[in-house]
Protein backbone atom coordinates (compact mmCIF):
# COMPACT_ATOMS: atom_id res chain seq x y z
CA UNK A 1 0.00 0.00 0.00
CA UNK A 2 1.16 3.46 -0.61
CA UNK A 3 0.14 6.46 1.25
CA UNK A 4 0.77 9.65 -0.57
CA UNK A 5 0.65 13.39 0.26
CA UNK A 6 0.02 16.87 -1.50
CA UNK A 7 0.09 20.14 -1.15
CA UNK A 8 -2.21 21.73 1.14
CA UNK A 9 -5.26 22.64 -0.79
CA UNK A 10 -6.54 26.70 -0.08
CA UNK A 11 -10.10 27.36 -0.29
CA UNK A 12 -10.15 30.56 1.50
CA UNK A 13 -10.74 32.25 -1.12
CA UNK A 14 -14.69 30.85 -1.56
CA UNK A 15 -14.98 31.79 2.42
CA UNK A 16 -18.84 32.58 2.63
CA UNK A 17 -20.20 31.05 -0.27
CA UNK A 18 -20.46 27.63 1.20
CA UNK A 19 -24.17 27.43 -0.08
CA UNK A 20 -23.67 28.33 -3.74
CA UNK A 21 -23.74 24.87 -5.56
CA UNK A 22 -21.43 26.21 -8.58
CA UNK A 23 -18.34 26.69 -5.63
CA UNK A 24 -19.05 23.79 -4.24
CA UNK A 25 -18.84 22.19 -7.69
CA UNK A 26 -15.60 23.96 -7.69
CA UNK A 27 -14.11 22.44 -4.68
CA UNK A 28 -14.93 19.15 -5.46
CA UNK A 29 -13.13 19.60 -9.11
CA UNK A 30 -9.98 20.70 -7.67
CA UNK A 31 -10.28 17.77 -4.83
CA UNK A 32 -10.60 14.90 -7.19
CA UNK A 33 -8.31 16.92 -9.84
CA UNK A 34 -5.35 16.46 -7.04
CA UNK A 35 -6.27 12.57 -5.89
CA UNK A 36 -6.25 12.07 -9.16
CA UNK A 37 -2.93 13.67 -10.05
CA UNK A 38 -1.88 11.58 -6.59
CA UNK A 39 -3.07 8.47 -7.46
CA UNK A 40 -2.72 7.65 -10.71
CA UNK A 41 -6.62 7.30 -11.23
CA UNK A 42 -8.47 8.36 -14.02
CA UNK A 43 -11.05 11.23 -13.24
CA UNK A 44 -14.60 10.36 -14.73
CA UNK A 45 -17.08 13.50 -14.55
CA UNK A 46 -20.04 11.47 -13.34
CA UNK A 47 -21.86 10.88 -10.31
CA UNK A 48 -21.34 6.69 -9.45
CA UNK A 49 -24.68 5.94 -9.71
CA UNK A 50 -24.93 7.55 -13.40
CA UNK A 51 -21.57 5.16 -13.90
CA UNK A 52 -22.86 1.88 -12.68
CA UNK A 53 -26.18 2.51 -14.62
CA UNK A 54 -24.59 2.56 -17.80
Do not use: C, H, N, W
Not at 7 to 35: H, K, N, Q
Amino acid sequence: MTIRFGAPLDFSRYEGMDRDRYVLRAITDEVMSDVMRLSGQEYVDMYATKAKAA
